[in-house]
């Protein structure tokens, strides 16, 4: 009998011979994390983002190195690893929030911050970033109150007795749930339980807040009676919620704000009418005369108003409870009014933003409004001029904006943009966001449109200088 093969002469007769083993790294090679730390590089890292998240960084890169060097690869230059470290560091603070360009034509961008303050608000909040009498009367010379000022102002912009003032309009609603209705039932359509974005749903609210929801009428018709039947001895409130991200229409029916205060009144109960985007004032036409506004709610008698801050308002994220003294004060007492409280900074620019309201009835002085009234005309002159400075991949064609945040439900604005092409859109696009400042456009059938109706005029020579930019390199 033959004498059997050793198993590597079958193997190369195979062509199956193992390979030789990688030899394995040398990782004492790798330089240690306290010389790398005293590079110039690495100092200049350090100024910009603190010795500990460089360190941190670097033990982490370093950690990486060791496993691409046991995977074969070669050893990185001691300036490449900092450069890596630098990158990663760049990329974490990327999160953090950023001035940008918002060419998208959508005024009240909830993505971007709604509501772009006045420069009145702006050096307010800037002023009272520092010590400041945010609870200091100055006459007395002892503690003072907090909502006192900001909500006497708002009082006489709603044209009510009191108002008082929080740090966003879903805690406004919770508060005056809570204050006039925990246990006890809080009257509303099933046509208004909304949702809106970031899965804010009216009956998870009203739960809550301790509020018991009864619901009336349906989906698409409710009308006086159908609260009036449901009114009792535990009834808290009658609440009009305002369907201000969408529409029902066709086979449809509401109670009005008039004869939903007649029905609570009969009952002895306050009639809250949550107006959401808070249109201030009543439009006679244009894109505004369909939204309900606080001076036609007041008018009708609502007891207690509630609006935004950062929306038709134009001012900064704010929840304004506005209506009869005994129920403001009511909220104030409130143990959630400590909790939902407002800080110096948004009370000083609502403080501004409310003043320009007071000052006019079309207040042009904030950009919400300036740019939810500007001319068509005035668009695509500017529209051209930038055109024209971008060169010939830049055409102006018109286009329709919205006024966005969850207001004016299929309300579109006349408008031009800016059309940029190029072979790869999404690769235009994503240059743009990654200037400085970031551009934020609009990619609609194929091509990138910058609606000029939500970029500040003086923005237009910077906006320029950023698209050149993009289409140059790419």
């Known amino acids: 009998m033959p004498a059997r093969p050793e198993r590597s002469e079958v193997d190369a007769s195979q062509g199956d011979a193992p390979?030789?083993?990688?030899?394995?790294?040398?990782?004492?090679?790798?330089?240690?994390?306290?010389?790398?730390?005293?590079?110039?590089?690495?100092?200049?890292?350090i100024d910009a983002y603190g010795r500990g998240p460089v360190t941190d960084a670097?033990?982490?890169?370093?950690?990486?190195?060791?496993d691409e060097l046991r995977a074969g690869a070669p050893l990185p230059a001691p300036g490449d690893i900092v450069a890596r470290v630098a990158a990663d560091l760049r990329h974490a603070r990327a999160g953090r929030l950023t001035r940008v360009l918002n060419a998208t034509g959508v005024v009240l961008h909830t993505n971007l911050g709604r509501a772009?303050?006045?420069?009145?608000?702006?050096?307010?909040?800037?002023?009272?970033?520092?010590?400041?009498?945010?609870?200091?009367?100055?006459?007395?010379?002892?503690?003072?109150s907090r909502t006192a000022h900001v909500g006497a102002l708002a009082a006489e912009l709603c044209g009510t007795e009191a108002a008082t003032v929080v740090n966003n309009g879903a805690a406004a609603l919770v508060l005056v749930l809570a204050a006039l209705s925990t246990g006890r039932e809080a009257l509303v359509?099933?046509?208004?339980?909304?949702?809106?974005?970031?899965?804010?749903?009216?009956?998870?609210?009203?739960?809550?807040?301790?509020?018991?929801?009864?619901?009336?009428?349906?989906?698409?018709?409710?009308?006086?009676?159908?609260?009036?039947?449901a009114l009792g001895d535990a009834t808290g409130l009658v609440l009009k919620v305002h369907r201000s991200n969408f529409e029902v229409v066709g086979f449809v029916e509401e109670a009005s704000a008039t004869e939903l205060a007649a029905v609570a009144g009969e009952a002895g109960v306050p009639f809250v009418y949550d107006l959401g985007s808070g249109l201030v004032r009543t439009a006679a036409d244009g894109p505004f005369a369909r939204e309900p506004s606080v001076?036609?709610?007041?008018?009708?008698?609502?007891?207690l108003v509630i609006l935004s801050g950062d929306k038709l308002l134009g001012g900064p994220q704010a929840g304004i409870v506005a209506g009869r003294a005994d129920l403001v004060r009511r909220c104030t007492a409130h143990p959630l009014a400590r909790a939902f409280r407002i800080d110096k900074l948004q009370r000083a620019a609502l403080e501004a933003t409310i003043e320009a309201h007071l000052r006019a009835d079309v207040?042009?002085?904030?950009?919400?409004?300036?740019?939810?009234?500007?001319?068509?005309?005035?668009?695509?002159?500017?529209?051209?001029?930038?055109?024209?400075?971008?060169?010939?991949?830049?055409?102006?064609e018109p286009t329709r904006s919205l006024v966005g945040g969850g207001s004016l439900p299929g309300v579109e604005l006349d408008s031009w943009a800016v059309v940029l092409t190029r072979d790869d859109v999404d690769g235009l696009a994503a240059d743009l966001r990654a200037g400085d400042p970031p551009v934020i456009a609009r990619v609609e059938d194929g091509r990138v449109l910058l609606d000029l109706r939500t970029v500040p005029p003086a923005d237009d020579d910077l906006l320029v200088d950023l698209v050149r930019a993009c289409l140059v390199d790419g």
């Open 363 to 396: 207040p042009t002085e904030l950009p919400t409004w300036a740019m939810l009234t500007a001319e068509p005309a005035q668009l695509r002159a500017r529209a051209e001029q930038v055109a024209a400075l971008v060169g010939p991949a830049a055409t102006v």
């Open 189 to 229: 359509s099933r046509g208004e339980l909304i949702e809106i974005g970031g899965s804010y749903r009216l009956p998870d609210v009203m739960a809550v807040s301790g509020a018991v929801m009864r619901e009336v009428g349906t989906t698409n018709r409710t009308r006086a009676g159908d609260y009036r039947a």
């Open 116 to 144: 772009p303050l006045s420069a009145a608000a702006r050096e307010a909040a800037v002023d009272a970033a520092g010590y400041t009498t945010l609870e200091y009367d100055l006459a007395e010379g002892s503690r003072g």
């Open 295 to 303: 001076d036609a709610a007041v008018a009708a008698g609502a007891d």
């Open 58 to 66: 670097l033990r982490r890169v370093l950690d990486d190195v060791r």
């Open 19 to 45: 390979a030789a083993p990688r030899p394995s790294p040398d990782l004492s090679r790798l330089p240690r994390v306290d010389l790398l730390l005293q590079r110039e590089d690495a100092l200049a890292a």
